[in-house]
């Protein structure tokens, strides 16, 4: 009986009756507290609206009558489901991928998908890796509903605090940086992801505020790897549109500086998030970043917000590709065939390519294959604090070699 499970609500989607009753039987005897059925996708949703406790899991087909999987996924996403979700199918294993990629595209937590009929072993650890996650799970992940007052009071009160995960250098298999990930630990509703804050920082121009809260703490842990003898660069997410404000430049160099820190070992990754209004002052602002030698880096490369033209006429020297990309890669040689194509640009134009997402040792091959210069995905490291970055890098040596098995 595992403990974790006992006040949870969890929930089997399926057409069939045997399946339903198979299914929750497992889960019964893995420990959750309530296995609720429905055998349509609507019943589903109903469930989920009215369910006490909240359905924190559910296990879904993704073949039914009236509503499937797919569908059924959209609507979890419209209603801000915030629960995991395991898909199951009789479907191959590349329709299986396909919808894994969709509900993670729509940024619902997907633990897995597996084929039919379901055997416990492999449910059971799907579900374990539910419980091994970070301390604040996707389950807390709800578009919630966070006011720009909240956020401002919360960056007055230093709340926000920088997360790092570490991007490692394929050549050396050294940590060579760390992506600065917001995160607010202690907001009322709970932990808030930044999905849920940063929009509406940018909306409510306080972005810029949070920004340097969180470069300020950030620069604090850099100083004191430094001076302890861990030399790693230190990324800051912005997106393109909150850059347009001409002093943003000497802002952050000015803060870096005091800080005692080299703006060479800073970096920006740059994502377009809305369309750009004011194209000329974002240009203005990185190449200035640019000359100062902050480094520029174009995030999530791959994806609707960020494209070729930005490379032709932005300064970067980093291109990430998105992890979406990433893990498309097992789905054959289409997939493949793009990544490699891209891969080979950003090196013809002298980027340093950093493969984002990367969740396996069989994915990490791949892309070593490729060519990539970095890798960051929870393979190597998930996000931390920055108080945990220290150990983090002590132990790499060793978890290194266990990873690689060498
Ligand atoms: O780990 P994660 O869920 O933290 O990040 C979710 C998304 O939020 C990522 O796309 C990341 O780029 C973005 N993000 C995280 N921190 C910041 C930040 O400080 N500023 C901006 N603009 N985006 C951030
Ligand atoms: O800024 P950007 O969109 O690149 O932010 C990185 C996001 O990706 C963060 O939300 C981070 O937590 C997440 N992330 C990092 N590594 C992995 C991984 O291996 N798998 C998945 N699913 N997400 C990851
Ligand atoms: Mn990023």
């Known amino acids: 009986m595992n403990q974790r499970y006992a006040d949870q609500s969890v929930l089997v989607v399926d057409d ?16 959750y507290g ?7 996708a609507a019943r589903a949703l109903e469930l989920i609206a009215s369910a006490e406790p909240p359905v924190s899991l559910v296990i879904s087909d993704l073949n039914m009558p009236g509503m499937d999987g797919v569908e059924l996924l959209r609507r979890f996403d419209e209603l801000g489901f915030d629960g995991d979700i395991v898909l199951f199918s009789g479907e191959d294993n590349q329709t ?7 509900a993670r595209a729509r940024k619902l937590s997907i633990l897995g998908a597996i084929s039919k009929p379901i055997q416990p072993e492999l449910l059971s650890q799907i579900l374990a890796g539910a419980s091994t996650r970070p301390a604040m799970p996707a389950s807390t992940r709800t578009p919630q509903q966070v006011t720009a007052v909240q956020i401002e009071e919360a960056i007055e009160a230093g709340e926000f605090e920088p997360w790092f995960q570490p ?16 995160r607010w630990p202690r907001a009322i509703q709970g932990p808030i992801f930044p999905d849920a804050f940063i929009p509406v920082a940018e909306e409510s121009g306080l972005i810029d505020r949070l920004t340097l809260l969180l470069l300020e703490k950030a620069a604090c842990f850099g100083k004191a790897w430094r001076d302890q003898g861990l030399d790693l660069k230190i ?10 404000d001409l002093d943003l430049p000497d802002r952050l160099c000015e803060l870096i500086a005091r800080h005692g820190e080299p703006l060479n070992r800073y970096q920006l990754e740059v994502t377009e998030s809305r369309l750009m209004e004011d194209k000329v002052t974002a240009l203005d602002v990185l190449l200035r970043l640019r000359m100062k030698r902050i480094n520029l880096s174009i995030d999530d490369f791959g ?36 990544l490699e194509s891209t891969v080979e640009m950003a090196k013809k134009l ?19 294959a490729l060519g990539c210069s ?33």
Request: hydrophobic residues 45%.
């Open 235 to 244: 990324a800051l997410n912005v997106s393109m549109d909150s850059l347009k």
């Open 350 to 368: 002298d980027l340093i390519v950093v493969a984002e997402g990367v969740e396996n040792l069989e994915e990490w091959q791949r892309i070593e």
């Open 167 to 182: 991007k490692i250098d394929i050549a050396s298999r050294m940590p060579v940086g760390v992506e600065v990930l917001a």
């Open 303 to 338: 994806t609707g917000h960020s494209n070729i033209s930005q490379l032709r006429d932005l300064p970067f020297d980093e291109l990430k590709l998105d992890r979406s990309y990433v893990q498309a890669a097992a789905d054959g040689d289409r997939n493949l065939a793009i």
């Open 34 to 40: 309530v296995v609720l059925t429905a055998d349509s």
């Open 96 to 102: 299986l991928k396909m919808a894994e990629n969709l």
């Open 374 to 406: 970095q890798v960051q995905g929870y393979f190597t490291a998930r996000p931390m604090p920055g108080e945990a970055i220290h150990t983090w890098a002590g132990d790499w040596p060793q978890r290194c070699r266990e990873l690689f098995g060498a």
């Open 16 to 31: 069939e009756r045997f399946v339903l009753k198979t299914t929750a039987f497992v889960l019964q005897r893995l420990g």
